[in-house]
C-alpha cells in the first residue's frame, strides 16, 4: 500500500478546506482509497511511540512486535474506526486509547493470526525499532508520558527528514548540513561567518539562507502536526501541547 502526501493533491472537505490526512481517515467512506493511504502513513511514521509503550507495559521484544503489527494491520484494514471519536481530533489521542484497549481484548487473537498464518497488512523494521528502545534512557515517567514525548520527538525527526529532503532534491544537502543547528536559535554571527567561509558564500546570503531555513521548518511542523488532528483550529494547541511535553 503506497502512501500519498498532501502535497501530492490533497483531499478536500466539505467546507472546502485543505482536509488533513487524519480528518481523510474519519471520513465516512469504509473503501476509500484516500482514506487508506492516509492511515498508511499516519501508521508507518507514528508506529514506534506505540512499539516502545508496549514494551513499557511489561512485553517481551517478540511479543511487542507481534502485539504491534496486528494492531496496526486492523486499523489499516478498517475494522476499528468505527471507535474513533471525531470530537477529540487527535489521531495520537485516538492511537493511544486503542491500543490500550488492544492489549486488554486482542492478546489472544493476535497470537492466533501468527499461529495460522495471517498478513500483515504493514512492515515494521522491529529490529530497529529494539535497538532505538534498548538506547534510550532509564526514565520514571508513566508509560502514558512517555509516549507523548516520543510522539513529540518522532513527529520532530519526520519533518527534520522532510526539510532535509527538499533540500537534497535541490542540490543543497551541504548547505541544510551546515545550517540545521540553526533551527534550534543557534549560530551568531561568528557562525554564520565561518559557515560563509565554508561554503564561499557572503555571510549576508547564509544569514538569508538559514531565516529561510526557519521558516521552512516552521512551516513543515504545522503541516505535520495538521496531518494528526481533525480540525486545522487545533493546530496551535497541538503545537503549545508538543513543547510543553518536550519541556518536562
Known sequence: MTATSQEDGPARGAA???ATRWSVVLAAG???????????HLCRTYWYPLYAFVRRQGRSADDA??????????LIAKRDLAAADPARG?????????????????????????????????????GDAETRYLREPADPATPERI????????LLDEVLHRLRAEHEA??????????KDTLAGGGGADGHAATAGRLCMSEGAVKVAAHRLRRRYRDLLRAEIAATVNDPRDVDDELRHLFAVLSV
Open 16 to 18: 472546502g478546506f485543505e
Open 170 to 179: 535541490r542540490g543543497q544537502r551541504v548547505l541544510f548540513e551546515e545550517l
Open 147 to 154: 509516549f507523548e514525548r516520543r510522539w513529540a520527538l518522532t
Open 65 to 74: 512486535q507481534d502485539l504491534t503489527q496486528a494492531f496496526f494491520a486492523r
Open 90 to 126: 487527535r489521531f495520537r489521542s485516538f492511537l493511544l486509547a486503542a491500543m490500550k484497549h488492544f492489549l486488554a481484548n486482542e492478546w489472544d487473537k493476535a497470537r492466533a493470526l501468527k499461529r495460522g498464518g495471517g498478513a500483515y497488512v504493514t512492515s515494521l523494521d522491529a
Open 30 to 40: 469504509r473503501d476509500d482509497g484516500a482514506q487508506a493511504a492516509a492511515l498508511d
